[in-house]
C-alpha cells in the first residue's frame, strides 16, 4: 500500500479538537462534558438570517462570482463603515469562512521558506496552514504577566531576518483574549513600514471589546494601507460557525489579484451561507449589544472563579471570549485528558484545550490552558465548580514555584 504524504502525517493536530473522542466516548457513557475547549457559542444564532435560508425559492443553487456575491460585498461595505473603515465592494473577497482566507492570505503573499512572525500563544490553526504552505513561523513570546500584551519593538526586531515577510496578529486575540490598542498597533505599523513587511491582521473578534476599550482596525493605519491584510468571519459575532462564511479584506490590489487566482480554483463560496450572510446585515444592532454584554458576565464569571483557586495564575481578558490560563500542574495536555477520562463531579467535567499546541516554541504552555467562555454564566458556573475540585483531586499538582499562591492580573 503506497504510504501517505510527509505532509498529511506532520501537520499538527488541533488541539481544541485531539480530545473529541475521548469526549464523545466518556458522553456515550453516561458522564456531561462542559466544553470549554472550542469557540462553539450556546447563543442562538439569528432568526431572521435562519428564515432568509429557509425562504430561498431558487430553482438551481448555482456558482456564484469566485470573490462572492456583489450583493453581499456591497452590504459589507456599511458594515465595516460603523468602524471608520472606507472600503469598496472590490476590496473585499468571500471566502469559505476564515481558515480559506488565512490560507489565501499566506499562499498569496509569501513562497516557500519565507517567514512570519507571530507573537505566542496564538490560534492553532496559524501553525498548520503555515505547515501546509512550507511557511516557517518565527514566535516572540508574549507573557501572562503582562495579559499577553503584545510585545514591545524590540522583541519584533529582534527575529527580522531575510526571509521574513509578514507579521501576523489577532486583535482582540485568540487564545489569550488580550486586547491590543490603537497606540500599540500604530507602533507595529513603524516597523511594518520600515522592514516592507505585511502586516496580516486576524480582526474576528472585533465586536467583543470590554471595558469601554474602542476597537481599532489596522485598515485604517493609512502609513501601510497597502501592507495590511484583514482576515474577518461571521461565525463568531453571528453564533454561526457552520455558515462557513468569511473574507479577506486588503487595500492591495496585487494580494487581490493573486488571491482571486485560488477563489477561482475553488469556484465559489457557499451559497447558502452567503445568502444566511447577508441577512445578518439587517439584523437589529441590539442583537450585538447583547451578545456582548453576555460575553462580559461569562468573562465576569470565569475571572471571579478562577480567582479564588489557589495557585492558578489568571487575568481579566480584555476582548474576544478566550482566557489562557497557569494551572499548579505537571502537564496540562496529562491533566486535560485526566479530566476526561479519570475525573467527574457531580456527574460531569470539563473540556479545556491545553496550552501546549498554541505555542511554536517548544517547552512552553506545558502548565497553561485556554478556557473559551462559550457557555451560559449556569453552566460556567458549574464547570467551573468541577475545574476547581479537579485541580485539588489531580495526581499531578504541583505547588506554585513562582511564590504567589493566588495570582489574580487585573490588567
Same mark, same amino acid.
Given at each position: 500500500?503506497?504510504?501517505?504524504?510527509?505532509?498529511?502525517? +506532520?501537520?499538527?493536530l488541533s488541539p481544541f479538537r485531539k480530545l473529541i473522542p475521548i469526549a464523545d466516548r466518556?458522553?456515550?457513557?453516561?458522564?456531561?462534558?462542559?466544553?470549554? #475547549?472550542?469557540?462553539?457559542?450556546?447563543?442562538?444564532?439569528?432568526?431572521?438570517?435562519?428564515?432568509?435560508?429557509?425562504?430561498?425559492?431558487?430553482?438551481?443553487?448555482?456558482?456564484?462570482?469566485?470573490?462572492?456575491?456583489?450583493?453581499?460585498?456591497?452590504?459589507?461595505?456599511?458594515?465595516? *463603515?460603523?468602524? *471608520?473603515?472606507?472600503? &469598496?465592494?472590490? #476590496?473585499?473577497?468571500?471566502?469559505? !469562512?476564515?481558515?480559506?482566507?488565512?490560507? =489565501?492570505?499566506?499562499?498569496?503573499?509569501?513562497?516557500?521558506?519565507?517567514?512570519?512572525i507571530i507573537p505566542e500563544p496564538f490560534y492553532a490553526n496559524y501553525n498548520g496552514f503555515?505547515?501546509?504552505?512550507?511557511?516557517?513561523?518565527?514566535?516572540?513570546?508574549?507573557?501572562?504577566?503582562?495579559?499577553?500584551?503584545?510585545?514591545?519593538?524590540?522583541?519584533?526586531?529582534?527575529?527580522?531576518?531575510?526571509?521574513?515577510?509578514?507579521?501576523?496578529?489577532?486583535?482582540?486575540? #485568540?487564545?489569550?483574549?488580550? =486586547?491590543?490598542? +490603537?497606540?500599540?498597533?500604530?507602533?507595529?505599523?513603524?516597523?511594518?513600514? &520600515? *522592514?516592507?513587511?505585511?502586516?496580516?491582521?486576524?480582526?474576528?473578534?472585533?465586536? =467583543?471589546?470590554?471595558? !469601554?476599550?474602542?476597537?481599532f482596525s489596522t485598515l485604517r493605519l493609512d502609513s501601510i494601507r497597502d501592507n495590511v491584510?484583514?482576515?474577518?468571519?461571521?461565525? &463568531?459575532?453571528?453564533?454561526?460557525?457552520?455558515?462557513?462564511?468569511?473574507?479577506?479584506?486588503?487595500?492591495? +490590489?496585487?494580494?487581490?489579484?493573486?488571491?482571486?487566482?485560488?477563489?477561482?480554483?475553488?469556484?465559489?463560496?457557499?451559497?447558502?451561507? $452567503?445568502?444566511?450572510?447577508?441577512?445578518?446585515?439587517?439584523?437589529?444592532?441590539?442583537?450585538?449589544?447583547?451578545?456582548? $454584554?453576555?460575553?462580559?458576565?461569562?468573562? +465576569?464569571?470565569?475571572?471571579?472563579?478562577?480567582?479564588?483557586?489557589?495557585?492558578?495564575?489568571?487575568?481579566?481578558?480584555?476582548?474576544?471570549?478566550?482566557?489562557?490560563?497557569? =494551572?499548579?500542574?505537571?502537564?496540562?495536555?496529562?491533566?486535560?485528558?485526566?479530566?476526561?477520562?479519570?475525573?467527574?463531579?457531580?456527574?460531569?467535567?470539563?473540556?479545556?484545550?491545553?496550552?501546549?499546541?498554541?505555542?511554536?516554541?517548544?517547552?512552553?504552555? *506545558?502548565?497553561?490552558?485556554?478556557?473559551?467562555?462559550?457557555?451560559?454564566?449556569?453552566?460556567?458556573?458549574?464547570?467551573?465548580?468541577?475545574?476547581?475540585?479537579?485541580?485539588?483531586?489531580?495526581?499531578?499538582?504541583?505547588?506554585?514555584?513562582?511564590?504567589?499562591? #493566588?495570582?489574580?492580573?487585573?490588567?
Open positions: 500500500m503506497p504510504s501517505v504524504s510527509k505532509r498529511g502525517e +506532520q501537520t499538527p466518556v458522553k456515550a457513557a453516561g458522564k456531561k462534558v462542559y466544553h470549554l #475547549n472550542i469557540g462553539q457559542p450556546d447563543i442562538e444564532t439569528p432568526a431572521a438570517a435562519l428564515a432568509a435560508v429557509r425562504a430561498t425559492n431558487m430553482k438551481v443553487l448555482a456558482y456564484s462570482p469566485a470573490e462572492g456575491n456583489a450583493s453581499y460585498r456591497e452590504k459589507l461595505v456599511h458594515y465595516y *463603515h460603523r468602524f *471608520h473603515v472606507d472600503l &469598496k465592494a472590490e #476590496n473585499i473577497m468571500i471566502t469559505t !469562512g476564515g481558515s480559506e482566507a488565512i490560507q =489565501f492570505m499566506f499562499l498569496s503573499c509569501l513562497d516557500a521558506g519565507d517567514e512570519v503555515a505547515h501546509i504552505g512550507d511557511i516557517r513561523i518565527k514566535p516572540i513570546t508574549s507573557s501572562i504577566e503582562t495579559g499577553f500584551a503584545l510585545p514591545d519593538k524590540e522583541a519584533f526586531e529582534s527575529v527580522i531576518g531575510p526571509k521574513t515577510k509578514a507579521i501576523f496578529i489577532t486583535n482582540p486575540n #485568540n487564545p489569550t483574549g488580550c =486586547f491590543y490598542p +490603537q497606540e500599540a498597533l500604530e507602533e507595529l505599523a513603524a516597523i511594518v513600514k &520600515k *522592514h516592507n513587511l505585511f502586516l496580516f491582521v486576524d480582526e474576528v473578534y472585533r465586536e =467583543f471589546c470590554y471595558d !469601554g476599550q474602542d476597537f491584510i484583514v482576515i474577518d468571519s461571521l461565525s &463568531k459575532r453571528y453564533s454561526a460557525c457552520g455558515a462557513r462564511i468569511g473574507a479577506l479584506i486588503t487595500y492591495n +490590489q496585487e494580494v487581490l489579484a493573486a488571491a482571486s487566482r485560488f477563489a477561482k480554483l475553488r469556484l465559489s463560496p457557499p451559497g447558502f451561507g $452567503q445568502i444566511f450572510a447577508e441577512a445578518t446585515l439587517d439584523v437589529e444592532e441590539a442583537y450585538l449589544r447583547d451578545v456582548k $454584554q453576555e460575553y462580559d458576565r461569562r468573562r +465576569q464569571t470565569v475571572y471571579r472563579r478562577l480567582q479564588a483557586m489557589p495557585g492558578v495564575v489568571s487575568y481579566k481578558p480584555g476582548g474576544a471570549f478566550y482566557c489562557f490560563t497557569q =494551572f499548579p500542574i505537571d502537564d496540562a495536555d496529562n491533566f486535560c485528558r485526566w479530566l476526561l477520562e479519570d475525573f467527574e463531579y457531580n456527574g460531569a467535567t470539563v473540556m479545556l484545550s491545553p496550552g501546549r499546541g498554541f505555542y511554536a516554541t517548544p517547552g512552553l504552555g *506545558h502548565d497553561e490552558v485556554r478556557i473559551a467562555y462559550v457557555l451560559n454564566t449556569t453552566d460556567l458556573e458549574a464547570a467551573m465548580d468541577c475545574l476547581e475540585r479537579a485541580l485539588i483531586e489531580y495526581p499531578g499538582r504541583v505547588e506554585n514555584t513562582v511564590g504567589v499562591q #493566588n495570582n489574580a492580573l487585573a490588567l
